[in-house]
């Protein structure tokens, strides 16, 4: 065995301070720990504070989506007829246009008046084709609405 005397002073000292780092290092641990338990109890506690903060939310939405569930079914009804209208107005359209065709060679004045006519046809097939345009694009998000509300609970 060796002699403690023997041994320089630099490393007798480095022994002596291997007893204090241990004792810190046991503290560190201990606070680490404390540190840790209070994480472990405030994140078993985050459910049901999130389930406090969230649900007024979401059920102020689920009462939302059920005032205007009707009113997107309905305008669903109506968008989903809107194409064959549209269709068959372009048709008469047509048809207007085909009989102007002919009447426009045979009478002058008439012509005219007719010309005008036309026009507010077009206007007529314009605004309606913005109609469309504006309701094509809301049977989508009306049809996924409709079926959000279906699978919440308490709704169809």
Known sequence: MLN??????????????VGRIERLLDERLALADERLQELDARIDGLPAELERALRPHLEGQNESIE????ELVANREHAEKLP????????EIRAVNDSVGSVDGS??????????VTAEL?????E????RETVEPLQGPAERVARLSERLPGGG
Do not use: F, T
């Open 4 to 17: 403690p005397l023997s041994l320089p002073s630099d490393v007798l000292e480095a022994l002596r301070s």
């Open 67 to 70: 005032k205007l569930h009707p």
């Open 84 to 91: 064959g209208k549209v269709d068959g107005l372009r048709e």
């Open 107 to 116: 009478v002058g004045a008439v012509s005219e008046r007719l010309g005008a």
């Open 122 to 126: 077009r206007g007529v097939l314009a």
């Open 128 to 131: 309606i084709n913005e109609v």
